[in-house]
């Protein structure tokens, strides 16, 4: 039985409803058998469908998306590429199949902990999804972004929740990947689009649903957390719910090479008027070092839009927090662009390390949109102490000279702290841009994310996907990944040795 629901508040405008949402969910239900036991090829050629009709449509959904979020063309037009580019390398790691971990060990009476009967053992989708899309990416993050890319690559059925920052977007983009996949011969009820925070909720509680993936704010994401674990059967909620991205500067690095740090932490915070995940919202320095050269780099620059009026709200509150706090200096107040819907210039505050570890939680809160904070410290001993006190995050970034002693013996230091409380941790870098890769880490603990798996990337998949052994199943009745003859060629492990997709599988008893 779903757990109880508190009384239906009134429908919201162009909300699924409830009659429209349980069609979904029984279609999706149906369909996850029937798209589950596909090849790995078949569904790599629906995903390579759906980038191509993305592609073949893009005047049209850059035209929306720029109606719809205020961000510029180009942005937009390399967002649209990324997004379908994450599409084929999925259909490329299915098309090679190790995702899958296949495993097979044959039957040994010798076995030191006691005989071993005949295992196999695979990856397996998990089940319908919900995929709650971002404001802030409008194309990576939404509709066809990487959530489900990943999960219909899984062979998860999809129920995207649309973000209502760009709702005619989103209704065009879920009309092109629903006909691409029917065009390509997925099962229907394969991928719907949902409408409205209360289907959206009542879809996260159905037992139908077996797992959720999120990207926008802690507050909201750890609502959605609380009601995947509250179900009688709580399934797995991987969201992605905020970070600030701190950067240490060691005080050879600020030496050696400060003016070119300076200029690239003003570049990456005020990088899309400070709207990705990734923006570096916290830089360490050693006092003195950096306010004029930081100020006098903001001096003048340009304002660009928020997403939306919304957006500018919580920036706005944001930053009143911060700017109101006792602790917290102001040395450039960004405030609003004339001439352009909602751009707001780059602010730039600043604190010291001492006071930031007095009232981390306040001063060390993420505000999403152009603001950072310049933490000055007096003794390279506040660098290990602040990166020992922050919550996980999705970057950590550590601006060092590894050919000083002194410096990288705390650059060391810094970056083992960190890699305990980070994903992604940069040396001599800056965080935004995530690049969509086999080897990059997306996540981080909490409150970064609900989970210790990456949102971008391939091994993203294994957030859809449960392992299953076979003991002394017939080859016959076993899956076609785990039969001798390995029809679909997949790289596989016989007896703990990786094997090619040529081999046959191990004699059976």
Known sequence: MPPSKAPTPPTEPSATTPEALERILAAASAAAAPYGALSPQDRARMLREVAAALDADTDALVGLAGEETRLPEPRLRGELVRTTFQLRLFADLLDDGAYLEAALDAPDSGWPT????????????????????????PFAFSVAGGDTAAALAAGCPVLLKAHPGHPELSRHTARLVTEALAGAGAPGGVFALVEGDTAGRDALVDPRVRAGAFTGSLRVGRLL????????????????????????????????RGAEI??????????????????????LAPAGAAEDALTAALSGRAGAPLLNERIEHGFQAGLGTLTGHPAVRVLTAGDAAGGTAGAVRPSLLATTARDLLADLDVIGAEVFGPASVLVTYTDPAELTAVAGAIQGQLTATVHGDADDPVDAALSRDLLRELSRRAGRVLWNGWPTGVSVTHAMTHGGPYPATTSTFTSVGTTSIGRFLRPVTYQGVPDALLPAALRDANPWKLPRRHDGRPAIPDDTGPARA
Request: net charge neutral; proline share 13%; aromatic share 12%.
């Open 225 to 256: 957390f609380d009601l995947a674990a509250g179900r009688p059967d709580p399934v797995p909620f991987y969201g992605e719910l905020g970070s600030i991205n701190p950067v240490f500067v060691t005080p050879g690095a600020a030496h050696s």
């Open 114 to 137: 006691g005989p071993r009967p005949d295992l196999r053992r695979m990856l397996v989708p998990v089940g319908p999804v919900i995929v709650f899309a971002a404001s802030n990416f």
């Open 262 to 283: 300076w200029a690239g932490y003003v570049e990456s915070f005020a990088l899309g008027a400070g709207q990705f995940c990734t923006k570096p919202g916290l830089l």
